[in-house]
């Protein structure tokens, strides 16, 4: 929904027909966003709700679990997207001031740090596969089996609790990456129209409106990252 | 259907469903006068203020925060006494008395399979004397489903992993419907049955005309020993990596996160499933799970084992056919053959 | 009434500004959007009707002879399916709303025409999947999907009807979005707050239960999809997973639902009400709040489902407890209604019949929703037939009666023509007979014990079944005449002028059908809401007087 708000914005580079004047415009198109964000808090929400109800019903089996997950490649990717907020937030800002040359460099910037994230967990992901933490039957051909002891199973934790683990790790990730790829792909939007000079210090709402778009992915990865990754981290096996 | 059809309420036949009803009939008189009140006066000011010429312009009317706070505050506290007064019945439907005789029901796509302290099985009927307090433990093999008695006012939903549970006693001997509440598949309106309650001593004689199986407490002493719990469970200590079981069931356990649980019988369960998830303080996660391993049934029977163990410190309690002020949580099981096997 | 005399119309309107298919399926003019929601969602309408004229066939007698019972259990999941996600929640916002949101705070379309429009194609494709799920052999789970029955044993199409559902969520979704941005920030000069019509604040409220409920569903649905399709195990308690988090994520969502079902409604019956008794509405700001307070209160009540699904017996007493308090704000509604008749100048037209209706049967469903919020009557009625009684109240009687008395009362607008009076009175009559021998007779069968969802079923019901299924045969002429005179009108029907009902909202100073920017010039607004006389004049009645007139 986000693509075809742009695509609206974009379509029109003046005022549109229906709003009074570009103040109501810009007003119109900034508030649609915040919307449209809280909607997706409420979407990530159901997920939180699943992850900290069995988190705190199986606590063994999501440390182990988590232990396992690669927080190098983890911890970088944090900082890659909080790096690509700041180059987001300097493609608004020289938006705003006129700078055209900073506004192209910025915004290629933040394509690149997105795509070198996109990258990173694609290496995460293919990690997984190899070693069969594809939660289910989802992979055909590659059910959920991973090595016991690799995994440092202490015994009595199911590894069907640490399944739910990887279940709730993969929709949460997978929903995050695709909503980054999304990202990625109005980012890819502006830098074309800009390149064509679209954006102006009067008219700069579809630059501002995707930079809260970024800014909540970045976000929502902020909360992951910790939750997935670092919670637990040393209180897992015996 | 032997019982009289009474237009408008089903047949009471429980010491609570009079109870259910008292409150119904409240809330019913509280809807009449709601509604007559709404109707009548929408009524009266449809006709007395219709239009009688096209043009006419009434004046406008000034709000009123008297009126406001009047029509907020009168159904609140209205909704307060339903809500009082419905929670009080909710209390005592869902908190069954300690004295109740227990009675093992696993729900199944799409039969009700029901099972005796004294070993009795019943598939789609559930024989209880009147005057006697029964307490149903309740899981499902598969899907959810709901045991419904209308002539009792009660019902809960039965859902698989957990055990959920309902009491009751029947005052009127009658034969009473027992109908699956939650939509559970294709046979769910098929999945319906009837609660037979008997007078205390038909009741005792269709025990002994049943007595042919073995009791729930002595089958699970004997899942017990198949499956080596006693290996590490021994009765009263025995084996010494597990806890001792004796005299386990409703006592207080400390667990090793310094938590304390009562081992009721959600507890026990888990603790077979799922064992590394309370682990008692002392004792290593050394046991492996038996989920799979074991059925509904067959949790149900070692449970009921469980209950009858319950030593000789415990005072021996009431005969089965009998509720016996302040006796033990089990006392059906304590009399049962199991204990006395054991 | 010179006072509220339309600009002259001009031949040209937003019908025939342009002609061809291709000008309406890319029309981006939201009351063109409106009217293709309108014909999408009466089709899903008539679906959904004939799975209720099977149901009621089917229970005429007790044995269950005449579908076998997995074909009964598709129909009365495809009945709640079609009528809840593609009939009910859509029904008034997407049609009415549609149309009449921009037009009564004078703007000239809603913020985001494109969304506008992709909504509704969101809404046909989550659509076509569902029928797709319904031709290819059906779903049996129930609308409620409940896990561990829907992810492990249904043998049915329940990836595709999810699919469909969580779809069509999006179409929700970004119509509360433009509904939200258009009203806050597409208002005419003047158009204050506090002017607004309470069509529009109720459509406010509904949309923040759309934009905060309807994510959770859509993230459920799909949870329980995957389940299915990879046998993950969130859900089900053979591997680990718990059940009853399905029931209080679905309900998180499908509770406020009702709200997203009832609360247009309300807005409609306000509108009716006021314009059609002349009068301002009496405590504007409380009807206008008491929206808000339901939507917001609306989210913390969904535990009432699970009084008997094994939820601890506090968390019953706490949801319990704000049912109730939810009850407080509908009330407010009922009362307030009521006093606007006093000393109004009350006309009988079809719209005005719906309302009365309306204001009726939500009486009583709301009244019977509190024996449902009672803990200790809820365990013997929940499950039974009491409740499929109160939700149709809710639903048909609340919801169905505010979309058919909006439709008729805004005909004249929307289609340019006037509907035969005399049929619409006398369906309005057929439809509440109807709707009442139908659905009253299964509040007595609940308390009797009837469970719901069954096929077949003891004899002693029998009475009651046969009722209603006579009331279903009332209510299916009842619907079918609206249905039938409503086309007529579009070409023979008289035509309308700009403002039959002679009344001061905004939508009604313009020509109908109105232009495709809604006003030849920008409204500025200097009136208050239901201002038909000059406030000085407000007349301050009986004992309960306020020292001022009530400032709205």
Same mark, same amino acid.
């Given at each position: 929904m986000a693509e075809s708000y742009v695509e609206h914005e974009v379509g029109h580079p003046a005022l549109q027909h229906h709003f009074a004047n570009l103040e109501q415009q810009r007003e119109a198109g900034t508030l649609g966003m915040w919307v449209f964000l809280v909607t997706e808090i409420m979407f990530f929400g159901g997920m939180f709700l699943a992850y900290t109800l069995y988190r705190s019903k199986y606590p063994e089996a999501f440390a182990i679990a988590s232990n396992h997950l690669d927080i190098k490649l983890g911890a970088i990717n944090t900082a890659v997207l909080i790096f690509s907020s700041f180059t987001m937030a300097m493609a608004v800002y020289s938006t705003q001031i006129g700078k055209r040359r900073a506004q192209i460099i910025s915004l290629v910037a933040t394509i690149i740090l997105g795509l070198a994230f996109l990258g990173i967990k694609a290496v995460e992901y293919y990690q997984k596969y190899e070693d069969h933490l594809i939660p289910g039957s989802l992979i055909p051909g590659n059910p959920f089996n991973p090595d016991p002891h690799a995994m440092h199973l202490t015994q009595g934790v199911l590894m069907q609790h640490v399944q739910m683990f990887y279940w709730i790790y993969f929709a949460m990730t997978g929903m995050h990456a695709l909503h980054m790829i999304i990202g990625v792909g109005l980012l890819s939007f502006l830098l074309y129209f800009s390149v064509k000079g679209r954006y102006s210090p009067e008219y700069h709402n579809p630059v501002e409106v995707i930079g809260l778009y970024w800014h909540f992915v970045d976000i929502v990865w902020i909360f992951l990252f910790p939750l997935l990754y670092l919670l637990g981290r040393h209180t897992g096996g015996h | 259907m032997q019982t009289p059809w009474i237009p408008?309420? +089903? +047949?009471? =036949?429980?010491?609570?469903s009079d109870k259910v009803d008292a409150l119904y009939f409240y809330l019913v008189g509280v809807t009449i006068f709601f509604t007559l009140l709404i109707w009548g006066v929408l009524g009266f000011f449809v006709i007395k203020y219709r239009r009688r010429n096209r043009y006419e312009i009434p004046r406008p009317v000034a709000g009123s925060l008297k009126l406001e706070t009047m029509w907020s505050v009168i159904p609140f506290i209205i909704a307060m006494t339903m809500f009082a007064w419905g929670a009080q019945v909710f209390f005592q439907l869902w908190r069954p008395p300690a004295n109740a005789v227990e009675v093992y029901v696993v729900g199944k796509q799409w039969m009700w399979k029901i099972q005796h302290t004294t070993g009795q099985r019943e598939i789609n009927e559930l024989h209880v004397p009147v005057g006697r307090k029964i307490k149903l433990i309740m899981t499902t093999e598969d899907v959810i489903h709901a045991f419904f008695v209308p002539a009792f006012r009660i019902k809960a939903d039965v859902v698989p992993g957990r055990y959920t549970t309902l009491w009751f006693e029947a005052t009127k001997p009658g034969r009473y419907h027992l109908f699956c509440a939650e939509y559970c598949g294709m046979n769910h309106s098929g999945m319906i049955g009837s609660v037979v309650a008997m007078e205390p001593t038909e009741f005792d004689s269709w025990l002994s005309g049943n007595t042919s199986q073995q009791s729930p407490a002595v089958a699970g002493q004997q899942i017990y020993v198949t499956l080596g719990c006693v290996s590490c469970h021994g009765a009263s200590g025995e084996g010494g990596r597990g806890p001792a079981l004796e005299g386990l069931f409703g006592k207080q356990v400390f667990l090793n996160n310094g938590q304390t649980v009562v081992a009721d019988e959600g507890y026990v369960r888990e603790s077979i499933v799922? +064992?590394? =998830?309370k682990l008692v303080n002392g004792f290593g996660p050394i046991m492996p799970t038996f989920q799979g391993q074991v059925s509904e049934e067959q949790l149900l029977q070692i449970l009921a084992f469980i209950k009858s163990l319950q030593g000789e410190t415990q005072p021996t309690t009431a005969r089965p056919s009998g509720p016996v002020p302040g006796?033990?949580? =089990?006392p059906a099981a304590a009399a049962s053959p199991g204990a006395v096997n054991r | 009434m010179e006072e509220f005399t339309p600009p002259v119309?001009?031949?040209?309107n937003y019908i025939n500004a342009q002609y061809g298919l291709k000008s309406w399926l890319l029309t981006k003019d939201h009351k063109r959007i409106a009217l293709l929601y309108l014909g999408s969602i009466t089709f899903f309408f008539f679906i959904g009707g004939i799975y209720a004229m099977l149901i009621r066939l089917e229970l005429l007698t007790p044995q269950g002879d005449l579908l076998q019972s997995t074909t009964y259990n598709k129909v009365f999941t495809q009945h709640g399916i079609i009528m809840v996600f593609f009939f009910l929640i859509p029904s008034i916002p997407a049609t009415l709303g549609n149309f009449l949101v921009p037009m009564m705070i004078g703007a000239k379309d809603l913020a985001f025409p494109r969304i506008n429009l992709l909504s509704w194609y969101i809404y046909m494709l989550g659509g076509l999947i569902t029928i797709y799920a319904l031709l290819a052999g059906g779903v049996d789970t129930g609308w409620t999907f409940y896990t561990p029955f829907s992810t492990t044993f249904s043998n049915s199409y329940v990836v595709a009807a999810g699919l469909g559902i969580f779809i069509n969520g999006f179409s929700s979704i970004l119509t509360g979005l433009n509904f939200i941005v258009t009203i806050h &920030?597409?208002?005419?000069?003047?158009? &204050?707050w506090f002017r607004l019509p309470l069509f529009i604040w109720s459509h406010y409220a509904t949309s923040l239960v759309m934009i905060l409920g309807t994510p959770v569903i859509a993230i459920t649905v799909l949870l329980v999809a995957f389940e299915r399709v990879a046998?993950?195990?969130?859900?089900?308690p053979a591997v680990g997973g718990d059940p009853v988090l399905f029931q209080h994520l679905f309900w998180f969502y499908s509770h406020p639902a009702v709200y997203i079902m009832i609360l247009p409604s309300m807005g409609v019956v306000s509108e009716l009400i006021a314009n059609f008794s002349r009068k301002n509405i009496f405590g504007y700001s409380f009807v206008a709040f008491s929206s808000l307070a339901i939507a917001v209160f609306g989210f913390l009540v969904w535990g009432h489902h699970l009084f008997v699904s094994g939820q601890s017996i506090y968390a019953g007493m706490i949801f319990s407890f704000l049912s109730f308090a939810v009850a407080v704000p509908s009330a407010i509604k009922v009362f307030n209604w009521t006093a606007t008749l006093y000393k109004g100048s009350i006309s009988f037209d079809t719209p005005m019949l719906y309302a009365l209706g309306f204001i009726g049967l939500f009486t009583i469903g709301g009244m019977t929703g509190l024996f449902l919020a009672t803990l200790g009557v809820d365990v013997h009625v929940t499950d039974t037939y009491f409740i499929v009684a109160h939700f149709h109240y809710i639903m048909v009687g609340g919801a169905i009666f505010g979309y058919l008395g909006g439709l008729h009362y805004w005909w004249p607008k929307i289609s340019g023509r006037m509907y035969p009076d005399g049929w619409g009175r006398f369906s309005a009559l057929l439809i509440f007979a109807g709707f009442n021998l139908t659905f009253f007779p299964q509040f007595v069968a609940g308390y009797l014990g009837m469970p719901r969802r069954y096929h077949a079923y003891p004899p002693e019901f029998q009475v009651f079944n046969v009722l209603s299924t006579a009331g279903a045969s009332i209510l299916a002429v009842g619907y079918l005449i609206p249905a039938i005179y409503l086309v007529w009108s579009m070409r023979y029907g008289k035509v309308a002028p700009g403002n039959p009902w002679n009344l001061p909202g905004l939508e009604w100073r313009t020509q109908s059908p109105p232009p495709t920017e809604n006003f030849d010039y920008t409204p500025v607004v200097t009136w208050e809401a239901y201002e038909f006389a000059p406030p000085e004049e407000t007349e301050v009645v009986g004992r309960f007087r306020d020292e001022v007139p009530e400032k709205v």
């Amino acid at each position: 929904m986000a693509e075809s708000y742009v695509e609206h914005e974009v379509g029109h580079p003046a005022l549109q027909h229906h709003f009074a004047n570009l103040e109501q415009q810009r007003e119109a198109g900034t508030l649609g966003m915040w919307v449209f964000l809280v909607t997706e808090i409420m979407f990530f929400g159901g997920m939180f709700l699943a992850y900290t109800l069995y988190r705190s019903k199986y606590p063994e089996a999501f440390a182990i679990a988590s232990n396992h997950l690669d927080i190098k490649l983890g911890a970088i990717n944090t900082a890659v997207l909080i790096f690509s907020s700041f180059t987001m937030a300097m493609a608004v800002y020289s938006t705003q001031i006129g700078k055209r040359r900073a506004q192209i460099i910025s915004l290629v910037a933040t394509i690149i740090l997105g795509l070198a994230f996109l990258g990173i967990k694609a290496v995460e992901y293919y990690q997984k596969y190899e070693d069969h933490l594809i939660p289910g039957s989802l992979i055909p051909g590659n059910p959920f089996n991973p090595d016991p002891h690799a995994m440092h199973l202490t015994q009595g934790v199911l590894m069907q609790h640490v399944q739910m683990f990887y279940w709730i790790y993969f929709a949460m990730t997978g929903m995050h990456a695709l909503h980054m790829i999304i990202g990625v792909g109005l980012l890819s939007f502006l830098l074309y129209f800009s390149v064509k000079g679209r954006y102006s210090p009067e008219y700069h709402n579809p630059v501002e409106v995707i930079g809260l778009y970024w800014h909540f992915v970045d976000i929502v990865w902020i909360f992951l990252f910790p939750l997935l990754y670092l919670l637990g981290r040393h209180t897992g096996g015996h | 259907m032997q019982t009289p059809w009474i237009p408008f309420i +089903p +047949p009471s =036949a429980s010491t609570l469903s009079d109870k259910v009803d008292a409150l119904y009939f409240y809330l019913v008189g509280v809807t009449i006068f709601f509604t007559l009140l709404i109707w009548g006066v929408l009524g009266f000011f449809v006709i007395k203020y219709r239009r009688r010429n096209r043009y006419e312009i009434p004046r406008p009317v000034a709000g009123s925060l008297k009126l406001e706070t009047m029509w907020s505050v009168i159904p609140f506290i209205i909704a307060m006494t339903m809500f009082a007064w419905g929670a009080q019945v909710f209390f005592q439907l869902w908190r069954p008395p300690a004295n109740a005789v227990e009675v093992y029901v696993v729900g199944k796509q799409w039969m009700w399979k029901i099972q005796h302290t004294t070993g009795q099985r019943e598939i789609n009927e559930l024989h209880v004397p009147v005057g006697r307090k029964i307490k149903l433990i309740m899981t499902t093999e598969d899907v959810i489903h709901a045991f419904f008695v209308p002539a009792f006012r009660i019902k809960a939903d039965v859902v698989p992993g957990r055990y959920t549970t309902l009491w009751f006693e029947a005052t009127k001997p009658g034969r009473y419907h027992l109908f699956c509440a939650e939509y559970c598949g294709m046979n769910h309106s098929g999945m319906i049955g009837s609660v037979v309650a008997m007078e205390p001593t038909e009741f005792d004689s269709w025990l002994s005309g049943n007595t042919s199986q073995q009791s729930p407490a002595v089958a699970g002493q004997q899942i017990y020993v198949t499956l080596g719990c006693v290996s590490c469970h021994g009765a009263s200590g025995e084996g010494g990596r597990g806890p001792a079981l004796e005299g386990l069931f409703g006592k207080q356990v400390f667990l090793n996160n310094g938590q304390t649980v009562v081992a009721d019988e959600g507890y026990v369960r888990e603790s077979i499933v799922n +064992p590394q =998830a309370k682990l008692v303080n002392g004792f290593g996660p050394i046991m492996p799970t038996f989920q799979g391993q074991v059925s509904e049934e067959q949790l149900l029977q070692i449970l009921a084992f469980i209950k009858s163990l319950q030593g000789e410190t415990q005072p021996t309690t009431a005969r089965p056919s009998g509720p016996v002020p302040g006796s033990s949580p =089990a006392p059906a099981a304590a009399a049962s053959p199991g204990a006395v096997n054991r | 009434m010179e006072e509220f005399t339309p600009p002259v119309p001009s031949k040209i309107n937003y019908i025939n500004a342009q002609y061809g298919l291709k000008s309406w399926l890319l029309t981006k003019d939201h009351k063109r959007i409106a009217l293709l929601y309108l014909g999408s969602i009466t089709f899903f309408f008539f679906i959904g009707g004939i799975y209720a004229m099977l149901i009621r066939l089917e229970l005429l007698t007790p044995q269950g002879d005449l579908l076998q019972s997995t074909t009964y259990n598709k129909v009365f999941t495809q009945h709640g399916i079609i009528m809840v996600f593609f009939f009910l929640i859509p029904s008034i916002p997407a049609t009415l709303g549609n149309f009449l949101v921009p037009m009564m705070i004078g703007a000239k379309d809603l913020a985001f025409p494109r969304i506008n429009l992709l909504s509704w194609y969101i809404y046909m494709l989550g659509g076509l999947i569902t029928i797709y799920a319904l031709l290819a052999g059906g779903v049996d789970t129930g609308w409620t999907f409940y896990t561990p029955f829907s992810t492990t044993f249904s043998n049915s199409y329940v990836v595709a009807a999810g699919l469909g559902i969580f779809i069509n969520g999006f179409s929700s979704i970004l119509t509360g979005l433009n509904f939200i941005v258009t009203i806050h &920030t597409m208002r005419a000069p003047g158009m &204050t707050w506090f002017r607004l019509p309470l069509f529009i604040w109720s459509h406010y409220a509904t949309s923040l239960v759309m934009i905060l409920g309807t994510p959770v569903i859509a993230i459920t649905v799909l949870l329980v999809a995957f389940e299915r399709v990879a046998h993950i195990g969130i859900f089900d308690p053979a591997v680990g997973g718990d059940p009853v988090l399905f029931q209080h994520l679905f309900w998180f969502y499908s509770h406020p639902a009702v709200y997203i079902m009832i609360l247009p409604s309300m807005g409609v019956v306000s509108e009716l009400i006021a314009n059609f008794s002349r009068k301002n509405i009496f405590g504007y700001s409380f009807v206008a709040f008491s929206s808000l307070a339901i939507a917001v209160f609306g989210f913390l009540v969904w535990g009432h489902h699970l009084f008997v699904s094994g939820q601890s017996i506090y968390a019953g007493m706490i949801f319990s407890f704000l049912s109730f308090a939810v009850a407080v704000p509908s009330a407010i509604k009922v009362f307030n209604w009521t006093a606007t008749l006093y000393k109004g100048s009350i006309s009988f037209d079809t719209p005005m019949l719906y309302a009365l209706g309306f204001i009726g049967l939500f009486t009583i469903g709301g009244m019977t929703g509190l024996f449902l919020a009672t803990l200790g009557v809820d365990v013997h009625v929940t499950d039974t037939y009491f409740i499929v009684a109160h939700f149709h109240y809710i639903m048909v009687g609340g919801a169905i009666f505010g979309y058919l008395g909006g439709l008729h009362y805004w005909w004249p607008k929307i289609s340019g023509r006037m509907y035969p009076d005399g049929w619409g009175r006398f369906s309005a009559l057929l439809i509440f007979a109807g709707f009442n021998l139908t659905f009253f007779p299964q509040f007595v069968a609940g308390y009797l014990g009837m469970p719901r969802r069954y096929h077949a079923y003891p004899p002693e019901f029998q009475v009651f079944n046969v009722l209603s299924t006579a009331g279903a045969s009332i209510l299916a002429v009842g619907y079918l005449i609206p249905a039938i005179y409503l086309v007529w009108s579009m070409r023979y029907g008289k035509v309308a002028p700009g403002n039959p009902w002679n009344l001061p909202g905004l939508e009604w100073r313009t020509q109908s059908p109105p232009p495709t920017e809604n006003f030849d010039y920008t409204p500025v607004v200097t009136w208050e809401a239901y201002e038909f006389a000059p406030p000085e004049e407000t007349e301050v009645v009986g004992r309960f007087r306020d020292e001022v007139p009530e400032k709205v």
